[in-house]
Structure formats: structure tokens, C-alpha cells
């Protein structure tokens, strides 16, 4: 079946404007995971769903930074007035449960540019 | 709070030779442990990761990882490399109790020479 799907996979933006990068999770998947990824950085942790609420967003960076997951499945990632910090690739991960032994598979992430 | 240091951030090592990458975690609370894998302009890949029972963890492409809790390491090992091994790996921690997030080292870049 198909794995977690992110789009687009690249976005250029100018510092100041909205963006919007969107996560597709392997059906059936309730859990839904936001992580950014700097450049020589492992993977870091912005927001989860379980369902449709946002389960934990202690890893969101300010308030610039806010995702929904409306319907249970697919999430939206939104920034506004990007800045040059945001650069980054965005991941998204599903599991079929929440909580530490269910594996998250990950989608190949959106590489923000923000210039 | 979990952390994970990731001691190593390139190694290179010659095809058909082994290779270890290490990994050592800080948690006040019980953690399982992952180990990821991201080859170039893909997603992250789960290779392994042991949850409880045997230390030694078999996992994908012929990995395997030992946990050590007295260390609070989880170093990823592999008897002998090919060059399709190229990519970087990532140790990851989350705590047993809970739902919080993966935790991440900042990885460990593997080339492997012919």
C-alpha cells in the first residue's frame, strides 16, 4: 500500500510570506507526527495528532507556526511571515497508534526555502 | 527529558569491512530505542529497535544493535558493509510511559568506499 505522502517536496519562499506543506498518512494510521529536520541536524519534534487534536504541540517554535488535521487524516503544516530560519525539511510521520513501541513511517519531507 | 548524542557524525570505511556507530542516550525514565536510516532524498526508514527480552537486536539489511543499559548505549553494528549502505543513520530514543515523540541524535553520516 501506499506509504506517508508530503507536498510538495520543495518549496521556495520569500521571508515574510504564508506557507502551507500538506502530509498525506498511511490510511488507517490515528497517529500523525510533525518533525523539522536543519541541515546537519537530526530530526526534531513540532507537533502531534491523535485523531483529530493536536495530542501535544510543545515543539512548535512560536506562533507562526500552527497544523491541523481536520478529518483525522490528512494534516496541514501552516507558517506565516516565514523567515530565513524556517528554511528546513519538514517531515511528516504516521503510526497506527500514539506512544513509543508503534513504529512511525515517514514520508521522503518537504524542503522549505525561504529566502 | 530524553537526549541523544550521536558520538560520531561521519565515518568511512571500506566495502566488505565492519562498522560500528555509536550511540549513548540520557533519560530519567525508561526508554525504548530506534535506530533509523535516511538514504538520499528519501524518507526515514526503521531498521531496528528494541522495545524489552534480548539485548542484542537483529534488524533489516543485516543490522544488528546491542543495548546496554548500565552504558545507556544502543550502538548499531554490521559484520560487513556494501556500498549501498551509504546514507545517514539515526538513533532515536522515546520514553516507555506516555506518547511522547521521538527524540533524535543528530546522525551519523556512513560512506562507504570500494
Known amino acids: 500500500g501506499a506509504g506517508v505522502s508530503q507536498t510538495p517536496s520543495n518549496k521556495v519562499t520569500e521571508k515574510g510570506k504564508y506557507v502551507e506543506l500538506r502530509c498525506d498518512p498511511i490510511?488507517?494510521?490515528?497517529?500523525l507526527y510533525w518533525y523539522r529536520q536543519s541541515l546537519g541536524q537530526g530530526p526534531e519534534f513540532l507537533i502531534y495528532?491523535?485523531?483529530?487534536?493536536?495530542?501535544?504541540d510543545s515543539g512548535l517554535p512560536n506562533d507562526r507556526f500552527f497544523a491541523v488535521r481536520p478529518e483525522g487524516s490528512v494534516s496541514t503544516l501552516k507558517i506565516q511571515r516565514t523567515e530565513r530560519g524556517d528554511s528546513a525539511v519538514y517531515l511528516c510521520a504516521s503510526s497506527i497508534l500514539a506512544g513509543g513501541p508503534n513504529e512511525q513511517f515517514f514520508g521522503p519531507g518537504t524542503r522549505l526555502t525561504v529566502l | 527529558a530524553q537526549s541523544v548524542t550521536q558520538l560520531d557524525s561521519q565515518v568511512p570505511v571500506f566495502e566488505e569491512a565492519p562498522v560500528e556507530l555509536r550511540c549513548n542516550y540520557s533519560?530519567?525514565?525508561?526508554?525504548?530505542l530506534f535506530w533509523y536510516v535516511q538514504y538520499p532524498n528519501q524518507g526515514l526508514q526503521l531498521l531496528l529497535k528494541?522495545?524489552?527480552?534480548?539485548?542484542l537486536v537483529k534488524g533489516i539489511n543485516g543490522f544488528e544493535a546491542e543495548f546496554n543499559k548500565s552504558q545507556t548505549s544502543f550502538h548499531l553494528r554490521k559484520p560487513s558493509v556494501h556500498i549501498s549502505d551509504t546514507a545517514e543513520y539515526f538513533c532515536a530514543v522515546s520514553p516507555r510511559s506516555g506518547n511522547t515523540p521521538l527524540v533524535f541524535g543528530k546522525g551519523t553520516r556512513l560512506s562507504v568506499i570500494a
Open positions: 533519560s530519567s525514565v525508561s526508554v525504548y
Open positions: 495528532f491523535q485523531g483529530t487534536g493536536a495530542a501535544d
Open positions: 490510511s488507517g494510521h490515528t497517529a
Open positions: 528494541y522495545l524489552s527480552g534480548s539485548t
